[in-house]
């Protein structure tokens, strides 16, 4: 069992999803399809009826996961912007968007609403977050880079890329979880120390 279905239906969830994710007007539209696809397959093989249903974090269980996804999306394009003026940085967009936009596609599929917050789904105690989503932006034909970027991205990976997409989505995702941990009354990742 894989825990996702590909859906490639035209129904009113695409509709939502293209109305949601912020930068979709940066991306081929090749890849505007298939990002749209990713997140349809997984919305459609969770238990949400709606998308502001999806949670972030069982740590922030009322921060939103679109929200989340659009302020990493946001920052992450920020950075890269810098880094293409500053560093002289050459940014593929479609794999930068890509990776942005799609390093939480698997979070529908991990968490689950309970009467007492957020919780754990049997898949996310058979597959660490990331792997579930490289394995379906696999399944849909998404370039390597994307695939293990989203794969290894989550703090808890045993290891991280190397490439500059790797650096932008990690920093970019600490840069927007430190905000919804802040808003929901938690130590923001900053702040936490190594023991």
């Known amino acids: 069992m ?6 490639h239906s035209s129904n009113s969830r695409r509709q939502a999803v ?3 994710l912020w930068g979709l007007d940066l991306v ?15 919305w459609s093989s969770s238990p949400y009826q709606e998308l502001a249903e999806m949670p ?3 740590s922030a269980p009322d921060y939103r996961l679109e929200w989340h996804v659009n302020d990493v999306t946001r920052t992450g394009v ?31 599929l991990m968490y689950t609403r309970e009467a007492d917050g957020v919780g754990y789904s049997q898949l ?11 394995m379906l932006l696999k399944e849909l034909g998404f370039p390597h880079t994307v695939v293990s970027t989203v794969a290894t991205h989550a703090g808890n990976a045993p290891f991280h890329g190397s490439n500059l997409e790797a650096y932008v989505l990690h920093y970019g995702d600490y840069f927007a979880a430190d ?11 900053y702040q936490k120390h190594a023991k």
């Open 2 to 7: 894989s825990g996702y279905t590909i859906d």
């Open 18 to 20: 293209e109305e949601w």
């Open 28 to 42: 081929s539209p090749e890849v505007r399809e298939k990002i749209v696809t990713a997140w349809v397959s997984s």
């Open 56 to 58: 972030f974090s069982p």
């Open 78 to 108: 920020d950075l890269a912007k810098r880094a293409a003026a500053d560093w002289g940085a050459k940014i593929d967009w479609d794999v930068m968007m890509s990776i942005l936009i799609l390093h939480d596609v698997d979070k529908p």
């Open 124 to 134: 996310s105690k058979e597959l660490p977050h990331g792997v579930v989503g490289a």
């Open 179 to 189: 905000r919804a941990m802040f808003l929901a009354g938690k130590t923001p990742f």
